[in-house]
């Protein structure tokens, strides 16, 4: 679904003919400490307290209007408190109130904060009115669709601010892309139907992506993705994508993201209860595919390439078995002790090749282990790597996005629990303990050296429990806004302060 959105110093009449866009529903902005000077005239005080309206950020109240339009007060908290990312939670909001109206205006950047930059609200409100419009209604028989077509953002604005509106847009819709494809059931999103929507977004959204096939896989030596898509009909699938900005670039940055289709566990087989929700094992390529879609529109100044392994896990009867032993794209063999512990040896591929390149960092994310949701919950990712001003970049970027993560440690004393007695590593520890930590230091050992690299286990948050102003249960597309923002705001790391492996 696509939302028209626009900016106009003014909100067009009840009933105004010629080019103006009818409005169907309006949201004000409404802080908590000054209620009684938001309320809008002919809005009713009486009326408000008895919807136990406060003001509190993400709150809504629809009030009766004028001219048969709905009027929403969009809560936004202490005025002293207001950050960038209120905003886009009352788009949000407002969005899912009013889902019913089909033309919305939002007038909040007339009482805008003086330290708040008006471009980068804007910006916020189309990406909230976006995400909060989102329904995945395909496979619905009667689906209840939002019937939102138009958002006009009132306030006074600059080329500058329109171009922001732009950008929430496009980074909207690459964050509702890939709760698309995280959505979707994974008999259908197999790693063939994944590579061609991959090739028709290259064609749209200007970058270009090489798909690799099963011969291509094993010339390329990717044995760690072959290992894993033994016991499958569906045959894998390698995206290589590409973006090279306008101007000169900063670096070059890699993003690397896990693209299991649907995990059975493999021979390790899963109990059904723990099957549930696996189609989304994909979280971390649907990010990365997402992310590239919208790179024409933010204009990063770096250049970007993607790695994508794509596989289901499937207990076939040529599985991998448990001490099977796998080589890596790098050389490094692999015994597999569990072969539910399969992200990380798609992901190792991945890694090294995308070391190859020699970028100035890289980037993967997965939804890799289930010890990180006990760490951290469902709502926290966890984050990793070599080098402590590049993760700490990572996190900043997160933060500002509103994409909670939390630095974990990747300690030197694991490293012994993944040496096997037939092979350079095995998969898995020899306990349960630490289990995010040991698969984050599994994979530090197929980044190239002096490569500064950040890890993303994004179990928890890739999808959603329950609804909430700027998602709904199932796919979240979490990762899709911290990348454009990593990606926007890059310098290179420094080279000499990537820590070394022991």
């Known amino acids: 679904m696509s939302i028209a959105i626009e900016l106009t110093s003014t909100l067009p009449e009840p009933g105004a003919g010629g080019a103006a866009r009818p409005v169907d529903a309006v949201g004000v902005g409404v802080f908590a400490d000054r209620l009684d000077d938001a309320l809008p005239d002919g809005v009713d005080r009486a009326f408000v307290e008895a919807q136990e309206f406060e003001g509190r950020p993400g709150q809504t ?11 929403v007060l969009l809560g936004l908290g202490p005025e002293d408190e207001v950050e960038v990312r209120t905003y886009r939670r009352a788009a949000a909001a407002f969005a899912r109130a009013a889902h019913k109206q089909t033309h919305l205006a939002i007038d909040v950047l007339g009482s805008l904060p003086d330290r708040l930059d008006p471009a980068a609200v804007a910006q916020a409100l189309a990406e909230g009115v976006m995400l909060g419009s989102y329904r995945y209604t395909a496979l619905k028989s009667d689906p209840e669709p939002s019937h939102i077509e138009s958002l006009t953002v009132l306030g006074e ?21 890939a709760r698309d494809l995280v959505n979707q059931p994974g008999g259908s999103l197999t790693p063939a139907a994944f590579a061609a929507r991959a090739q028709e977004l290259a064609r749209l959204k200007g970058f270009d992506v090489e798909v690799l096939d099963r011969a291509a896989i094993e010339r390329e030596k990717l044995g760690g993705l072959l290992g894993v898509n033994r016991g499958s009909t569906e045959e894998p699938r390698f995206l290589l994508l590409s973006w090279d900005p306008g ?31 696996m189609k989304g094992d994909m979280a971390g390529a649907a990010a990365v595919l997402a992310t590239f879609t919208a790179l024409d529109a933010v204009q990063p100044p770096v ?19 448990v001490g099977d032993v796998l080589r890596i794209r790098n050389g490094t ?22 070391s190859e390149g020699e970028p100035d960092a890289i980037v993967d994310l997965a939804t890799l282990t289930g010890a990180c949701m006990v760490a951290l919950g469902r709502k926290i990712a966890g984050l990793m790597g070599n080098h402590d001003g590049f993760v700490e970049a990572v996190r900043a970027a997160a933060d500002a996005e509103g994409e909670p993560v939390w630095p974990l440690p990747l300690p030197d004393e694991m490293r012994k629990a993944l040496d096997s007695e037939v092979a350079d590593l095995k998969n898995v520890g020899n306990d349960r303990y630490g289990g995010a930590l040991l698969a984050g230091v599994f994979l530090r050992e197929f980044v190239g050296d002096g490569i500064p690299w950040a890890h993303l286990d994004i179990a ?3 999808e959603a429990t329950e609804d909430e102003p700027e998602t709904r249960k199932g796919g979240t597309g979490f ?24």
């Open 460 to 462: 928890g948050p890739a």
């Open 61 to 71: 109240c629809t009030v009766p209007g004028a001219g048969g339009r709905v009027v």
């Open 247 to 277: 101007g000169e670039p900063r670096g070059t940055v890699a993003l690397v993201g896990k693209g299991i289709t649907f995990d059975s566990g493999g021979l390790s087989l899963k109990p059904s209860d723990s099957m549930v929700g």
């Open 157 to 177: 604005g600059d080329a500058h601010t329109l171009a922001a509106i732009d950008r929430g847009r496009a980074v909207g819709e690459a964050v509702r892309l």
């Open 479 to 502: 990762g899709v806004r911290t990348l454009l923002r990593l990606l926007s705001t890059f310098t290179p790391p420094d080279r000499a302060a990537v820590a070394s492996r022991r």
């Open 303 to 321: 250049r970007v390439r993607g790695y994508l392994p794509l596989t289901d896990n499937m207990p076939g009867g040529n599985a991998t078995r």
């Open 333 to 354: 063999t692999v015994e597999v002790l569990n072969t539910d512990a399969e992200g990380r040896l798609v992901l190792a591929d991945a890694l090294a090749l995308a």
